[in-house]
């Protein structure tokens, strides 16, 4: 029998909001991803997070694999979940 602590080991580690940001931009199925919109509070956590050789890209080239997703600051967003993902319009065939 395992002890419930093992089982679930990786619950309290940190948030990593610039993963989370991705993995959700980049959902299967969905359209891809144009830009993403944060709140500048998940903004700031975001760059607290980076190592400092990290913030620089995340800032000029976003996030995310290259060419990375744009970052848009929008303090109009509600508090949650403090983002949006603003993704491509579907490709329509021409008649």
Same mark, same amino acid.
């Given at each position: 029998?395992?002890?419930?602590?093992?089982?679930?080991?990786?619950?309290?580690?940190?948030?990593?909001?610039?993963?989370?940001?991705? =993995?959700?931009?980049?959902?299967? *199925?969905?359209? @891809?991803?144009?830009?993403?919109h !944060?709140? #500048? /509070? %998940?903004? &700031?956590?975001?760059?607290?997070?980076?190592?400092?050789?990290?913030?620089?890209? =995340?800032?000029?080239?976003?996030? *995310?694999?290259? @060419?990375?997703?744009?970052?848009? !600051?929008? #303090? /109009? %967003?509600? &508090?949650?979940?403090g983002?949006?993902?603003?993704?491509?319009?579907?490709?329509? =065939?021409a008649?």
């Open positions: 029998m395992t002890s419930p602590g093992a089982a679930h080991a990786t619950h309290w580690t940190r948030p990593d909001i610039v993963g989370d940001l991705v =993995a959700f931009a980049s959902a299967p *199925g969905a359209a @891809p991803p144009r830009e993403i !944060l709140r #500048p /509070e %998940l903004y &700031a956590r975001m760059l607290a997070q980076l190592a400092p050789g990290d913030r620089p890209a =995340a800032v000029e080239r976003g996030v *995310g694999p290259p @060419p990375g997703i744009p970052l848009v !600051l929008d #303090p /109009e %967003l509600p &508090a949650f979940p983002f949006e993902v603003v993704r491509a319009r579907p490709y329509r =065939a008649a």
